[in-house]
């Protein structure tokens, strides 16, 4: 299988070259990013000089680099992962988040029917539904919730899901959508809560959490998404839309705190900040269709998966440096 992925240089993109690498050697990669901050080219040097990769420095907004890539390469499965992915830099400024995550969708699925793809795959998110109250527990989204979007990123994706699903139905085009929860992991930008936590306390930083922390976010480690996407393209009925969750919800206080603790810091160095505007208080979804059509279930636990990660930023203090560079992320 020939398979373009974009956004190949970020957080989730990386890992899937790395995945599809590992489980499926025999796979031609077409990695297509337009290294904003987020992608790192540096991230997929290991691979770059693998005949089964090649990497194109593009902007998915860009018809005509897409409409050429894609004429060139015909790959059989397009999987779009390239996105604005980031919550309060949508509310400082939403605009690039609708030209990347929506109009860049279009620009993709344009040149999917154009040259015959025969599967597009849209990586979404469960921010799409919005959010769920803190007390009700036994509530959960299912892939048939209503699109409530909280933040303008949430929008931009959710439109893009419409899009894709118009297009689905209209130009009979074989499209899937996955729709997953929060992911950790390596190689994810340190804007992000999780590797922002961890290195904040390595510096013995504070560590901003946004209101009492008592928001819910349900954690994925970010292979198990990966083998979830792998799927949904490969084997995903058309038009359908997938939810992939981790069964693990957690407050982002108890997630900051397991941080501290994995590096003996103190909790004092928490600092609680304003709440973010408009800020979801808790998602959690229900994956059962993909888990009884697919055969799919995550496999890492959160607890032996979030020691792993936290040891992976320390090691690789080189990588996060390199993409702090320049940022005022941390
Ligand atoms: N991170 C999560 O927890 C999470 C959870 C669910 C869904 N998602 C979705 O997964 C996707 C990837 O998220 P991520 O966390 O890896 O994001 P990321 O910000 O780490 O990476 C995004 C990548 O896309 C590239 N990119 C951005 N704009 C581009 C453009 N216009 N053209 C080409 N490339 C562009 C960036 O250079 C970067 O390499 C997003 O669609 C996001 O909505 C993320």
């Keep these: 299988m020939k398979i373009?992925?974009?956004?190949?240089?970020?957080?989730?993109?990386?890992?899937?070259?790395?995945?599809?690498?590992?489980?499926?050697?025999?796979?031609?990669?077409?990695?297509?990013?337009?290294?904003?901050?987020?992608?790192?080219?540096?991230?997929?040097?290991?691979?770059?000089?693998?005949?089964?990769i090649c990497f194109y420095k593009a902007n998915i907004t860009d018809r005509e680099a897409i409409d050429r890539i894609v004429k060139n390469e015909r790959p059989h499965i397009i999987v779009n992962v390239a996105a604005e992915s980031h919550v309060d830099r949508s509310i400082e400024n939403p605009g690039i988040f609708l030209e990347t995550n929506v109009l860049g969708t279009q620009v993709l699925l344009d040149a999917a029917r154009k040259y015959d793809v025969e599967r597009y795959h849209q990586v979404s998110t469960d921010e799409v539904y919005g959010d769920l109250p803190l007390e009700k527990l036994a509530l959960a989204f299912t892939e048939n919730a209503p699109l409530r979007p909280?933040?303008?990123?949430?929008?931009?994706?959710?439109?893009?899901?419409?899009?894709?699903?118009?297009?689905?139905?209209?130009?009979?085009?074989?499209?899937?959508?996955?729709?997953?929860?929060?992911?950790?992991?390596?190689?994810?930008?340190?804007?992000?809560?999780?590797?922002?936590?961890?290195?904040?306390?390595?510096?013995?930083?504070k560590l901003p959490v946004y209101g009492a922390g008592s928001n819910v976010r349900d954690w994925l480690y970010v292979e198990d998404h990966c083998a979830a996407i792998d799927l949904v393209m490969r084997k995903g009925t058309i038009?359908?839309?997938?939810?992939?969750?981790?069964?693990?919800?957690?407050?982002?206080?108890?997630?900051?705190?397991?941080?501290?603790?994995?590096?003996?810091?103190?909790?004092?160095?928490?600092?609680?900040?304003?709440?973010?505007?408009?800020?979801?208080?808790?998602?959690?979804?229900?994956?059962?269709?993909?888990?009884?059509?697919?055969?799919?279930?995550p496999k890492f636990?959160?607890?032996?998966?979030?020691?792993?990660?936290?040891?992976?930023?320390?090691?690789?203090?080189?990588?996060?440096?390199?993409?702090?560079?320049?940022?005022?992320?941390?």
């Design 4 to 52: 373009l992925i974009t956004g190949g240089a970020g957080f989730i993109g990386s890992n899937f070259i790395y995945y599809l690498l590992k489980t499926h050697p025999s796979d031609e990669i077409i990695c297509v990013d337009a290294l904003t901050y987020a992608g790192n080219l540096h991230t997929l040097q290991p691979l770059l000089d693998k005949k089964s």
């Design 150 to 205: 909280s933040s303008p990123y949430a929008a931009s994706k959710a439109s893009a899901d419409l899009l894709c699903l118009a297009y689905s139905r209209t130009y009979q085009m074989p499209i899937t959508i996955s729709r997953c929860s929060n992911n950790y992991g390596p190689y994810q930008f340190p804007e992000k809560l999780i590797p922002r936590m961890i290195i904040n306390a390595l510096h013995n930083k």
């Design 239 to 297: 038009g359908e839309i997938y939810n992939v969750g981790g069964h693990n919800e957690k407050t982002n206080l108890e997630v900051v705190s397991t941080i501290l603790k994995a590096l003996n810091k103190d909790e004092s160095l928490i600092e609680f900040v304003a709440d973010r505007p408009g800020h979801d208080l808790r998602y959690v979804i229900d994956s059962t269709k993909l888990e009884t059509e697919l055969g799919w279930t």
């Design 301 to 330: 636990s959160f607890a032996e998966r979030i020691q792993y990660t936290i040891q992976w930023y320390v090691e690789y203090e080189e990588w996060w440096r390199n993409m702090l560079n320049g940022s005022d992320a941390v």
